[in-house]
């Protein structure tokens, strides 16, 4: 039994928008999981399918042995699933620890706690929790966005482009984040643009063209492959 099962997933969404494409993907426990590809690929829609935010047409979603698919949000997070948007994840006109608190809804019992192990993992929001979340830059904005889907308790963290519009410098502490946050516990499915950096910090990845899965394999293995780091990594 698989950690989370993707298989043969068709979804889109309108009646006839169809953007996944029978798409597979597998995601076993303590690791993360990068799906790369051209834009338009269907990476973003694969997350939000496993989600809830897509219902998928047919193919099955399976998390710990348990059919997910079609599931609403609230209750795929219920499960320990979390999604982590590109845009608007947080409330800019909040404080950081407004953010969090609200983030805990599904579980105020364990807010204290999770407070404090989130604030022991990331310092600088503890540092300046009493400052309006709009005042963040990028990447503490997106820092905050992860803080949060953490007091859920997660059991998966799914990733939306985490470093997009971010400095190089800016994206290598999300990037360093990511794996602090996997070796607490946590497995992540990532979607990400920077194809190179992504595959150095993961596990595994898939690669979707067209909404259909094209290559996978080992992050390594992908990194070698040199008809990848052509195509998908921009080298000649």
């Given at each position: 039994m698989s950690f989370l099962k993707v298989d043969q997933v068709v979804a889109g969404y309108g009646a006839h928008d169809e953007i996944l494409k029978k798409v597979d993907m597998v995601v076993e426990p303590g690791e993360i999981v990068s799906i790369l590809g051209p834009n338009g690929a269907g990476k973003s829609t694969l997350l939000k399918t496993v989600a809830g935010l897509v219902a998928p047409r047919s193919g099955t979603v399976e998390f710990v042995g348990a059919d997910i698919a079609g599931l609403r949000p609230r209750d795929v997070s219920r499960r320990g699933i979390v999604f982590v948007p590109q845009e608007h994840n947080i409330f800019a006109s909040l404080s950081i620890e407004e953010n969090l608190e609200i983030a805990s809804y599904l579980d105020k019992a364990e807010y204290r706690t999770r407070l404090a192990q989130v604030y022991a993992r990331m310092p600088e929001l503890a540092d300046r929790r009493r400052l309006t979340a709009g005042a963040l830059s990028g990447g503490q904005r997106q820092s905050l966005a992860m803080a949060m889907a953490l007091m859920v308790g997660p059991r998966?963290?799914?990733?939306?482009?985490?470093?997009?519009?971010?400095?190089?410098?800016?994206?290598?502490?999300?990037?360093?984040?990511?794996?602090?946050?996997?070796?607490?516990?946590?497995?992540?499915?990532?979607?990400?643009?920077?194809?190179?950096?992504?595959?150095?910090?993961?596990?595994r990845a898939y690669i979707l063209v067209d909404g259909r899965n094209?290559?996978?394999?080992?992050?390594?293995?992908?990194?070698?492959?040199?008809?990848?780091?052509?195509?998908?990594?921009?080298?000649?």
């Amino acid at each position: 039994m698989s950690f989370l099962k993707v298989d043969q997933v068709v979804a889109g969404y309108g009646a006839h928008d169809e953007i996944l494409k029978k798409v597979d993907m597998v995601v076993e426990p303590g690791e993360i999981v990068s799906i790369l590809g051209p834009n338009g690929a269907g990476k973003s829609t694969l997350l939000k399918t496993v989600a809830g935010l897509v219902a998928p047409r047919s193919g099955t979603v399976e998390f710990v042995g348990a059919d997910i698919a079609g599931l609403r949000p609230r209750d795929v997070s219920r499960r320990g699933i979390v999604f982590v948007p590109q845009e608007h994840n947080i409330f800019a006109s909040l404080s950081i620890e407004e953010n969090l608190e609200i983030a805990s809804y599904l579980d105020k019992a364990e807010y204290r706690t999770r407070l404090a192990q989130v604030y022991a993992r990331m310092p600088e929001l503890a540092d300046r929790r009493r400052l309006t979340a709009g005042a963040l830059s990028g990447g503490q904005r997106q820092s905050l966005a992860m803080a949060m889907a953490l007091m859920v308790g997660p059991r998966l963290m799914l990733l939306d482009e985490p470093t997009a519009g971010l400095s190089p410098a800016a994206a290598e502490k999300l990037f360093a984040l990511v794996r602090a946050i996997r070796d607490d516990g946590v497995t992540i499915a990532m979607v990400e643009q920077n194809a190179l950096r992504s595959l150095m910090v993961s596990d595994r990845a898939y690669i979707l063209v067209d909404g259909r899965n094209a290559r996978s394999g080992s992050a390594q293995e992908l990194i070698n492959d040199a008809e990848i780091r052509q195509i998908f990594l921009g080298e000649k």
